[in-house]
């Protein structure tokens, strides 16, 4: 596999955003939210920015995540993305330049996501951590990411689910349109959860994969 540049990262993923407008859910009940995919320019090569959440957050203890959060009244997807990354990591909304919006994604903690992807050009070396919310800002490199042996998935059975994740799924999938929680399995109709293995100690898994998979399919196929 061809190493990336960050300039021709940033071409790609432009232009790959560009095709079509985002996909846009709203489901009743659920909170509309944002993330923020950084992609870096370091010197040995563009990296993707990702946060582990401390074990003192109300949900999601230790999980690996994008900066993001709920969005607050009157902001778009692209404002909220930008002032949870400069609250989670302090990296200035200034210094990130978006490049376009993924599909809108639901969650099972009752939240619509839509991921923002910018291009950060000077990233400072290091971030500064939200105390409560943020255990430590980690960088990966894009093209360990792309790496397809670096790329998993599992299954899992639905029915699994504790019965108030369930009642999520079903009202999402009560409103105007089907709602995907997880790409379905043709075979078994399970759930594929997809994880990111380019750091055995920081495994990228659930929604925060889910997300980076759709950018890497659409901007770096194949």
């Keep these: 596999m061809r190493p990336v540049t960050f300039a021709e990262a940033v071409d790609r993923v432009r232009a790959a955003l560009s095709v079509r407008s985002p996909d846009v859910l709203e489901v009743p ?5 944002a993330v923020l995919v950084p992609i870096l320019d370091r010197p040995a090569g563009p990296t993707v920015l990702f946060t582990r959440r401390t ?3 109300p949900s999601h ?3 690996i995540s994008f900066p993001g959060g709920a969005r607050e009244q009157g902001e778009d997807a692209v404002q909220a993305a930008l002032r949870e990354a400069e609250e989670e990591v302090g990296l200035a909304p200034g210094s990130a330049e978006p490049l376009g919006v993924l599909d ?3 969650s099972v903690a009752g939240f619509v996501v839509t991921p923002v992807v910018a291009a950060v050009r000077s990233p400072p070396v290091t971030f500064r951590p939200a105390e409560f919310e943020v255990h430590e800002p980690f960088e990966l490199p894009l093209d360990a990411l792309r790496e397809p042996a670096q790329r998993h998935w599992t299954l899992f059975d639905p029915a699994r689910l504790p019965p108030e994740l369930s009642e999520m799924v079903r009202r ?8 995907p929680f997880e790409d379905v399995d043709p075979a ?3 759930w594929r959860i997809w994880s990111f293995h380019a750091d055995p100690a920081r495994v990228v898994w659930g ?3 889910r997300v980076l998979a759709d950018l890497l399919d659409r901007a770096f196929p194949g």
């Design 61 to 63: 203890k230790g999980e």
């Design 188 to 190: 078994t109709g399970q």
């Design 55 to 57: 074990e003192r957050v």
């Design 104 to 106: 809108d994604l639901p």
């Design 172 to 179: 999402a999938r009560a409103s105007s349109r089907h709602v």
């Design 29 to 33: 009940g659920f909170r509309p939210a």
């Design 207 to 209: 929604l925060t994969a």
